[in-house]
């Protein structure tokens, strides 16, 4: 069982807007930056959004992050097929002393 | 081109040893923090360890401390990591991954270890 809570699929079409969320706590979301990661298909993982909501370069800015309180949230407009792909939320938790993942979201596009 | 390759990975049998390595290129290693994560098979992610810049600094995930210890040689350019006493739970594909932006800002492709008897 993850630390930070992550849906385990979303779904959309092309061109649609979908939205995964991270739930977490006091001790991680609630007082440390939250980073995403995209992992396509048979491939390394590759940072998304990092510091909730900065993207680095080279990032479409069809993504997106966003945080409230302990839980945060990535945004992916305009939906293409090639955002098939899982996505995993992390950060720095304080009370364990450890970075955190979520258990990941695998985003089809249908 | 920013580059992290790891190598090392294999078949090992419980209670066995390995050292992953992990060579990077591309960027000033000595001036970056460095971490391993983990994948288990149809899994998610999972951190182990980080060392900071200079090697005087380590942490790791309590289900690896005692058993594997992170170092580095920054004149060599490579990170390792030596895993001991390994478990069936230990195996999976091993990223490294360059801290940046308080992230994980570069992977590898990964280095797959196979504990088994």
């Keep these: ?110 | 081109e920013v580059q992290l390759v790891e190598s090392g990975g294999g078949l090992v049998q419980p209670g066995g040893s390995l050292r992953l390595s992990c060579a990077a290129s591309g960027f000033t290693f000595s001036n970056d923090w460095m971490h391993w994560v983990r994948q288990a098979p149809g899994k998610g992610l999972v951190w182990i360890s980080y060392i900071n810049s200079d090697g005087s600094r380590t942490n790791y995930a309590d289900s690896v401390k005692g058993r594997f210890t992170i170092s580095r040689d920054n004149a060599k350019n490579t990170l390792y990591l030596q895993m001991n006493s390994l478990r069936a739970e230990d195996t999976a594909l091993y990223y490294c991954a360059r801290g940046a932006k308080n992230a994980f800002g570069i992977w590898g492709q990964g280095t797959m270890v196979t504990v088994s008897s």
């Design chain 1, 1 to 110: 069982q993850s630390v930070l809570t992550q849906p385990p699929s979303a779904s959309g079409t092309p061109g649609q807007r979908v939205t995964i969320s991270c739930s977490g706590s006091s001790s991680n979301i609630g007082i440390k930056t939250v980073n995403w990661y995209q992992q396509l298909p048979g491939s390394a993982p590759k940072l998304l959004i990092y510091s909730d909501n900065q993207r680095p370069s080279g990032v479409p800015d069809r993504f997106s992050g966003s945080k409230s309180g302990t839980s945060a949230s990535l945004a992916i407009s305009g939906l293409h097929s090639e955002d098939e792909a899982d996505y995993y939320c992390s950060a720095w938790d304080d009370s364990l002393n450890a970075w955190v993942f979520g258990g990941g979201t695998k985003l089809t596009v249908l």
